[in-house]
T-cell receptor, first 112, second 114 residues
Framework: QKEVEQDPGPLSVPEGAIVSLNCTYS??????FMWYRQYSRKGPELLMY????GNKEDGRFTAQVDKSSKYISLFIRDSQPSDSATYLC????????????FGQGTRLTINP | NAGVTQTPKFQVLKTGQSMTLQCAQD?????MYWYRQDPGMGLRLIYY???????DKGEVPNGYNVSRLNKREFSLRLESAAPSQTSVYFC?????????????FGSGTRLTVV
């Protein structure tokens, strides 16, 4: 069983829709949670990060962590064609070198 | 701002050939990483270097070696390439304790082993 599970999609939605991307994890030691966005043929770039449970909002993006359920989500409001990319969740244990464990990535397409 | 630079961008190797993937960062980060990305598998850690002079195995180290040449450079070597090593390879760097910045990734090396 993978430590981090993410539905690979692909997910296709119309412009303006609310998008929900999710990951589950099995290791309760994970404390830091991140979302990366990866455009085609590019390296991933950090989109959002959160520590422990709760919500964090940044413009049209909201990251949510539920540690009791070992479940994290990324919501995109008013989705735009420029949001079309692969989204990867990542997480880290609180101690040790900063080794991130990544989900498989969800490929998202926003249709104009 | 160059960030993380990987060379080459593309490479085709024959089975059994060797090659070295180069990575350099100009952000003065202490930690560097090599990942491979395969369809449906996400990013898997091959090797990492927490600081200059140290290297450690990640999740999928077999068939690879690394060298942390100095603080800026971290190379990945395939001694005898196999078709299973066909993948996109990403180098990344980070500064321990500065989580907010996360990892900075290079643009990747697309390797095909025939």
């Amino acid at each position: 069983q993978k430590e981090v599970e993410q539905d690979p999609g692909p997910l296709s939605v119309p412009e303006g829709a609310i998008v929900s991307l999710n990951c589950t994890y099995s290791n309760s030691a994970f404390q830091y949670f991140m979302w990366y966005r990866q455009y085609s043929r590019k390296g991933p770039e950090l989109l959002m990060y959160t520590y422990s449970s709760g919500n964090k909002e940044d413009g049209r993006f909201t990251a949510q962590v539920d540690k009791s359920s070992k479940y994290i989500s990324l919501f995109i409001r008013d989705s735009q064609p420029s949001d079309s990319a692969t989204y990867l969740c990542a997480m880290k244990r609180i101690q040790g070198a900063q080794k991130l464990v990544f989900g498989q990535g969800t490929r998202l397409t926003i249709n104009p | 701002n160059a960030g993380v630079t990987q060379t080459p961008k593309f490479q085709v190797l024959k089975t059994g050939q060797s090659m070295t993937l180069q990575c350099a960062q100009d952000m003065n980060h202490n930690s560097m990483y090599w990942y491979r990305q395969d369809p449906g598998m996400g990013l898997r850690l091959i090797y990492y270097s927490a600081s200059e002079g140290t290297t450690d195995k990640g999740e999928v180290p077999n068939g690879y070696n690394v060298s942390r040449l100095n603080k800026r450079e971290f190379s990945l070597r395939l001694e005898s390439a196999a078709p299973s090593q066909t993948s996109v390879y990403f180098c990344a760097s980070s500064e321990p304790g500065v989580l907010k910045e996360g990892y900075t990734f290079g643009s990747g090396t697309r390797l095909t082993v025939v």
